[in-house]
């Protein structure tokens, strides 16, 4: 049984260095996620697969992550979103001080791929914020201009966890055993879910609002690679 796509996470790592380069343009960068993220998904079912006969493979465990200013709140929409997307949950909890903390629970392997993907598209969110244009009926004060880019960083996050969602489901569609993955998938979306409401129970869901519509467009255009 294959545990993972040739070269492992490192590959998978390669790929997401090179979207994130500066000379990469956003169509380039969308492209070298996608191959991204199929081999990382191909690694996660497989990863399922194996833990289905040594349960030992891929235990359930979970993990704090800190996120820092700026934009702290931003990065923490990206990876909850992204974490469940990778079969995760994230529940957001006190931080002393400033910035965000979340806590993901898991299997071993789908924080560890949530961990590769989030870091990945951290930096190309980032690099490519910092190129973006705000305009002119944006720039007319400080905080109109600072709406329009959490709004693009929003737009961009929301596309790119969609296609990483539209992935995964086309990955399991395509698998031979997806009956018997299936059950296995849901096994472990059960136990993960009961170890965070253990953790905290009645946790809910927290939404980002954003008031600048064009920002938001402009951010989910660049992520889906239709702006360079």
């Known amino acids: ?21 500066e000379a990469t343009t956003s169509a380039e960068a969308q492209a070298l996620t996608a191959r991204a993220a199929s081999l990382l998904t ?16 891929d235990l359930p465990t979970d993990l704090v992550i800190d996120l820092d200013n700026p934009w702290a709140k931003v990065q923490a929409y990206l990876l909850a979103h992204l974490a ?27 924080i560890e791929r949530t961990e590769v993907m989030f870091a990945g598209l951290i930096g190309q969110m980032s690099r490519a914020l910092v190129a973006q244009v705000v305009p002119d009926t944006a720039t007319s004060a400080r905080a109109c201009a600072r709406a329009w880019r959490r709004a693009w960083m929003l737009g961009w996050a929301t596309s790119a966890v969609d296609r990483i969602k539209a992935t995964e489901t086309q990955a399991f569609d395509e698998t031979e055993d997806a009956l018997e993955l299936a059950i296995v998938l849901r096994e472990r979306a059960v136990l993960v879910h009961r170890r965070a409401d253990q953790a905290y129970p009645g946790a809910r869901e927290t939404r980002q609002r954003y008031s600048a519509v064009s920002g938001y467009d402009a951010g989910s255009a660049y992520s889906d690679g239709a702006a360079n």
């Open 1 to 21: 049984m294959s545990t993972g796509p040739p070269g492992g996470l490192a590959a998978i790592r390669a790929l997401l260095a090179k979207a994130e380069a």
């Open 42 to 57: 191909q690694y996660g079912l497989d990863r399922a697969r194996l833990a289905e006969v040594d349960l030992e493979a």
């Open 84 to 110: 469940e997307a990778l079969r995760c949950e994230a529940i957001e909890i006190t931080r002393p001080g400033p910035g965000t903390r979340l806590h993901l629970f898991g299997h071993a392997s789908d």
